[in-house]
């Protein structure tokens, strides 16, 4: 299984960025998705998850309202909807896959992750 999260570069806090993550393999439907993040400095943290069927999500309390994660089981891809960022949303963003297909917020949860994509918010 491999990821391959894009849509980073520079935004204005108060913009909006759009992260997708596409994952190969015929097995993405089985898979909960999440996203975290890790700032410079910073441990990784968690971000927002999504349950295999798309059917219940969860976010970091430092990303509710603003943030949206969704995913698209036909296209193999999980998004990121990011809404009225901040400069302390600066981090690369990383995308998980976990097999049993529930989603969590603690990192060792995810079997898979991708090679992460760089948000920096200015100010």
């Known amino acids: 299984v491999q990821l391959q999260a894009s849509g980073g570069g520079l935004v204005q806090a108060g913009g909006s960025l759009r992260l997708s993550c596409a994952v190969s393999g015929r097995t993405f439907s089985s898979y909960g998705m999440a996203w975290f993040r890790q700032a410079p400095g910073k441990e990784r943290e968690f971000v927002a998850a999504?349950?295999?069927?798309?059917?219940?999500?969860k976010y970091a309390d430092s990303v509710q309202g603003r943030f949206t994660i969704s995913r698209d089981n036909a296209k193999n891809t999980v998004y990121l909807q990011m809404n009225s960022v901040k400069p302390e949303d600066t981090a690369v963003y990383y995308c998980a896959a976990g097999s049993d297909g529930h989603y969590y917020v603690k990192s060792y949860e995810y079997d898979y992750w991708g090679q992460g994509t760089l948000i920096t918010v200015s100010s």
């Open positions: 999504i349950s295999r069927s798309g059917g219940s999500t």
